[in-house]
Every structure is written in structure tokens, then in C-alpha cells.
């Protein structure tokens, strides 16, 4: 029982670890989702093991952490099309799948969206662009049963917060827990909780075009 789910990333290694503590359901593929053959691979590899797809989850993402006299065009380029273009594009992958499920596409915004925070600009930008890729993608797929929804996550430990140049996982944790009093129930979150958010709305047939917050609160300005 249970769903059957195929999960990507860059490093063999670490997605393969992640798919043998999930167990048999859970298949893995080595994949860069902003390369075409790496999308349509992953796409082929979800419809052989489940037989379909019912939901994508589009998860992956960069962070960019900078003042505006730091930016580079080539990097902006890249964190758009890793944390925008990418997903649109696996999307597209997947529609006629998904058309045959009425299944959901799930994407990741940010709380960056309604929190400003000064040299975030870049990754903020990424995710206000999905939030609003979310409401047009529900209008226009509506007709055919396919529901789009967000996530907006706080702050949550993830591999993200070290690439966005903190540079040791401890480092990140430790300014993590320090934005615990941005949150209005005085805490940051879990992956696990960030997990059941997207599995309500993979499970919720009348919710679409929404962001979901599963922030603690953080989207509300709190500070004590």
C-alpha cells in the first residue's frame, strides 16, 4: 500500500540514500530539472513505476543571497530558470499525464513573498514569480481537472540555506534558530511539516489557484 513516488536530484548518492530509507514505493533518478532530457527521464521513470502520475511536486530550488551591487546577470539567469524556468518546463513534461489523472501540481513559493528581507531580492523575485504562476496555471488548467497549488514555507533546515552562502550546516542551523522569535509560535519548522502541507493539497479536490502558508506564523511580521 501507500503511494508509489519518484523522487530527482544532481547527486546520485544522496537521492538514492533518500529513495532506500523511503523503501520499495520510492523510485530514484539522477536528474537536473532544468535539463530537457533530464525532465523527460524523470517524467518516463514516475509513469512506469505508478503507472501514471497523479501529483508533481515541483521542489527543487536555489537560493541567492546578495546586495543589488553584487548581482550578476548570469547568476540571476541561472536562479530564475533553476527555481522558475525548471519547474514550468517539468510541468509541461507532465501535463498530458496529469490531464489523464486530474491530478495536482504542487509548487514551492516562499515566505520571501511577504516578508521583506534585505538581499534576498533575487530569490524573493523566483518565488513571487511562482506564486503568481500558480494562480494563472489553476485558471488555465481548471477545465481540464488539474488543480495548482504553493506551499509558502518559513523558515525550515534545509541543504538550501548552506548553498546560500553560509558555508557549514551548523552555520545555517545556528542563523536558523535565531529567526525562531520571527515566528509567531516561536519556532522554525520541519521538512515534515512542510511534507504534510503539500499532502493536503495533493489530497484536497476543491482547493486550486492557492498559496498555503506553513510558516509558524512568520508571514504575520511577529517579532518578539
Wanted: with cysteine; glycine share 10%.
Amino acid at each position: 500500500g501507500g503511494a508509489k513516488v519518484t523522487i530527482c536530484g544532481r547527486r546520485a548518492e544522496r537521492v538514492e540514500a533518500v529513495a532506500k530509507e523511503i523503501g520499495p514505493n520510492c523510485a530514484w533518478v539522477q536528474a537536473d530539472v532544468t535539463k530537457d532530457a533530464d525532465r523527460k527521464l524523470l517524467i518516463e521513470t514516475a509513469v512506469k513505476h505508478g503507472g501514471g502520475i497523479d501529483a508533481l511536486v515541483s521542489n527543487a530550488g536555489n537560493m541567492e543571497r546578495k546586495p543589488v551591487e553584487e548581482w550578476t546577470e548570469e547568476r540571476l539567469q541561472q536562479i530564475f530558470n533553476d527555481n522558475v524556468v525548471a519547474g514550468m518546463m517539468l510541468t509541461q513534461e507532465a501535463l498530458p499525464h496529469l490531464v489523464k489523472s486530474e491530478g495536482a501540481i504542487i509548487f514551492m513559493g516562499s515566505v520571501y513573498t511577504v516578508r521583506a528581507y534585505p538581499g534576498a531580492a533575487p530569490y524573493a523575485a523566483t518565488k513571487g514569480a511562482l506564486e503568481a504562476l500558480v494562480k494563472v496555471l489553476a485558471t488555465e488548467l481548471g477545465p481540464r481537472k488539474i488543480r495548482v497549488n504553493a506551499v509558502r514555507p518559513g523558515a525550515v533546515p534545509t541543504e538550501i540555506n548552506v548553498r546560500a552562502g553560509i558555508f557549514s550546516e551548523d552555520a545555517a542551523m545556528q542563523r536558523l534558530q535565531s529567526m525562531a522569535n520571527h515566528h509567531a509560535v516561536g519556532r522554525i519548522g520541519t521538512s515534515l511539516e512542510i511534507a504534510e502541507g503539500i499532502e493536503y493539497l495533493i489530497r484536497a479536490e476543491w482547493v486550486t489557484g492557492t498559496v498555503l502558508a506553513v510558516d509558524g506564523g512568520m508571514g504575520l511580521g511577529v517579532i518578539s
